[in-house]
């Protein structure tokens, strides 16, 4: 156990909708970090925040967005979702903006 | 930017043999390398990091790696394999001019079989 918690573990939901995907870092991490895993993209970095601001952005569509909370919780918005965005979602953690990163378990998504 | 290969798709190896598993970067600047290995329906978990000092990085499990400056590798082994050792295994490469985003590689699949 990582000491990363992601919710919800499976999120099946239809083409055009919007969902939310939570991440808690371990204790005391002040840095958050967004991947997506894909069969045929592979582990893509998404967005990186650090205590509360975006530090580092990646392959990120335009239609999703992120946040980190004051209690340094974050939110990965994904909208007008398609076929393609079905994935597995991870959410990282470190220390600083610059220590080694624990991934959550992950939250699946199946767009239909 | 920097980029991972890692070669093999796939290494098949009888259970208590040896196992290399191959990773090439590219990048034009300093780097931090890392393993990771993902149990099926789970995340991914650290093996091993390299940051500065010895190139002979030990990790957890038994594994080791090996940083190759001059040959842009860190490749991953393991001198006896347990059918547990069984997963998908991710090189990874970070700067170290800090962002700290990772870049992984496509994964090797090790299939330790009896």
């Known amino acids: 156990d990582s000491g990363v918690t992601q919710t919800p573990k499976h999120l099946i939901t239809a083409t055009g909708q919007r969902v939310t995907l939570r991440c808690s870092p371990r204790?005391?991490?002040?840095?958050v970090y967004w991947y997506q895993q894909s069969l045929d993209q592979g582990l893509q970095f998404l967005i990186q925040y650090y205590n509360g601001e975006e530090r580092a952005k990646g392959n990120i569509l335009e239609r999703f967005s992120a946040q980190q909370f004051p209690d340094l919780h974050s939110e990965l918005n994904l909208s007008s979702l398609e076929l393609g965005d079905s994935a597995l979602y991870f959410c990282?953690?470190?220390?600083?903006?610059?220590?080694?990163?624990?991934f959550g378990p992950g939250t699946r998504l199946t767009v239909l | 930017a920097q980029s991972v290969t890692q070669l093999d798709s796939q290494v098949p190896v009888f259970e208590e043999a040896p196992v290399e598993l191959r990773c090439n970067y590219s990048s034009s600047v300093s780097v931090y390398l890392f393993w990771y290995v993902q149990y099926p329906n789970q995340g991914l978990q650290l093996l091993l990091k390299y940051l500065s000092g010895s190139t002979l990085v030990k990790g957890i499990n038994g594994f080791e790696a090996e940083f190759n400056k001059s040959q842009t590798s860190f490749h991953l082994r393991k001198p006896s394999v347990h059918i547990s050792d069984t997963a998908e295994y991710f090189c990874?490469?970070?700067?170290?001019?800090?962002?700290?985003?990772?870049?992984f590689g496509t994964g090797t699949q090790l299939k330790v079989e009896l």
């Open positions: 204790s005391g991490d002040l840095s």
């Open positions: 990282a953690s470190s220390a600083t903006h610059y220590n080694e990163q624990f």
């Open positions: 990874a490469v970070t700067s170290t001019g800090g962002g700290n985003k990772l870049t």
